[in-house]
Every structure is written in structure tokens, then in C-alpha cells.
Nanobody, 114 residues
Framework: QVQLVESGGGLVEPGGSLSLSCAASGTIVGFSAMGWYRQAPGSERELVARITIGGFTNYADSVKGRFIISRDNGRNTVNLQMNSLKPEDTAVYYC????????WGQGTQVTVAS
């Protein structure tokens, strides 16, 4: 059974930074890609950032230049460094991993407010 567990969410003021981490456990051959999605209240879940096993990255336009995704292939972990946070970044953030199918974490809340 593969599990993805996120950590690092919380409350931060506008302009601040947070770092999210995701660790996979279970029997995993390896993830061809890992990434982060988010879902704000009343909105659809959207891709935030994605990184392939080869290190190719893509970001949502709304976070380009502010967020940085990275991964450790050997440890099956993925991180999201979020800088210059805005209130509109408030959402539940979900880790995903693709390995024959898509695996989802349970999500971690990020709240950006004064």
C-alpha cells in the first residue's frame, strides 16, 4: 500500500514563506512524476507544480517565480518552497505521485492571512 504524507502547512502572513514536504511509504518502484495540487473553498482542484524523475518542472502561472518544487528520487520525497505568499494561495495542498496510477496525499492546509 503506497501512502503519501504531507507536512509543513500552517498559517502565514502575506509576503511570508512556507515549505511543504511529502514523503512516500510502501512498495514503490519509483514515481515518474511528483507534484502538488491545491484546492481552495468553492474552487476546483488545480495543479500547482510538477516535477518529473528527470527534473523537468512546470508551474501554474499564478505561482511562477514564487514557488519552487524539488524532489529526491532516492527517497521518493517532493518539496514545495512557497515564497511571497498571497491570500489567494490559501488552500488545501495535496501531494501527488505517478507510478502506474496516481497516488494522492490527504492534504495539508495553507492559510495566508494577516
Amino acid at each position: 500500500q503506497v501512502q503519501l504524507v504531507e507536512s509543513g502547512g500552517g498559517l502565514v502572513e502575506p509576503g511570508g514563506s512556507l515549505s511543504l514536504s511529502c514523503a512516500a511509504s510502501g512498495t514503490i518502484v519509483g514515481f515518474s512524476a511528483m507534484g502538488w495540487y491545491r484546492q481552495a473553498p468553492g474552487s476546483e482542484r488545480e495543479l500547482v507544480a510538477r516535477i518529473t524523475i528527470g527534473g523537468f518542472t512546470n508551474y501554474a502561472d499564478s505561482v511562477k517565480g514564487r514557488f519552487i518544487i524539488s524532489r529526491d528520487n532516492g527517497r521518493n520525497t517532493v518539496n514545495l518552497q512557497m515564497n511571497s505568499l498571497k491570500p489567494e494561495d490559501t488552500a488545501v495542498y495535496y501531494c501527488v505521485g505517478d507510478s502506474g496510477r496516481r497516488y494522492w496525499g490527504q492534504g495539508t492546509q495553507v492559510t495566508v492571512a494577516s
